[in-house]
């Protein structure tokens, strides 16, 4: 019964491919995130969802680009790889769209290594 | 610049002592503090949020308190057990913004 599911959990790739990251949740929030955690362990905010609207758009290359199909998937797609790309990132979903109330509930996340 | 802060370093602690973990902001205006806890291999899983106009909250075992003139969070784990031994992070959410920021992380290790 996961709440937020995330796949694959583990992907090694080479510089240069194209992936992808899916992200399910079946708790009926609103609002959708990916963070990034980088080998320092700190968690950085990529992307926010609400109702499939994007709201949070970080500063990060345009090579990530997220998609919305439904407020319940959120997928993170990376062009042209790099090794700077290798962390662990995670999908996290809340009630409502600012957190006031409403906590992350994070997936287990997907550890992308990029040889 | 914005910056949150928690010791870097881990925290090795005898079962049934308390655990007190520190949060320090600068120039924030946190209208709310979490605090998540994370297990290896896992994500984060929140246990506690503070309000800026609360002193103290409390479950179980846990307690956190928000003091905005010192921009501090202490976050206490008491009797510990073990099964306590993890990551804590903590999260600020600014009066002013949407999106929850987080410190890196204080490791607790509790010793039998």
């Known amino acids: 019964d996961t709440a937020v599911s995330q796949t694959p959990k583990y992907l090694v790739t080479q510089m240069g491919n194209d992936k992808s990251i899916k992200c399910e949740q079946n708790l009926g929030h609103d609002t959708m995130y990916w963070y990034k955690q980088d080998s320092k362990k700190f968690l950085k905010i990529m992307f926010s969802y609400n109702n499939k609207e994007l709201i949070i758009n970080e500063t990060v290359p345009n090579r990530f680009s997220p998609k919305s199909p439904d407020k319940a998937h959120l997928n993170l797609h990376i062009n042209s790889l790099e090794l700077g790309d290798s962390a662990v990132y995670f999908c996290a979903s809340s009630q409502f769209r600012s957190s006031y109330n409403s906590p992350l509930h994070f997936g287990n996340g997907t550890r992308l290594t990029v040889t | ?112």
């Open chain 2, 1 to 112: 610049s914005q910056k949150i802060e928690q010791n870097s370093e881990a925290l090795n602690i005898q079962e049934g002592k308390t655990a007190t973990l520190t949060c320090n902001y600068t120039n924030y205006s946190p209208a709310y503090l979490q605090w998540y806890r994370q297990d290896p291999g896992r994500g984060p899983v929140f246990l506690l949020l503070i309000r800026e106009n609360e002193k103290e909250k409390r479950k179980e075992r846990l307690k956190v308190t928000f003091d905005t003139t010192l921009k501090q969070s202490l976050f206490h784990i008491t009797a510990s057990q073990p099964a306590d031994s993890a990551t804590y992070l903590c999260a600020l959410l600014a009066a002013a913004g949407n999106k929850l920021t987080f410190g890196g992380g204080t490791r607790v290790l509790v010793k039998p």
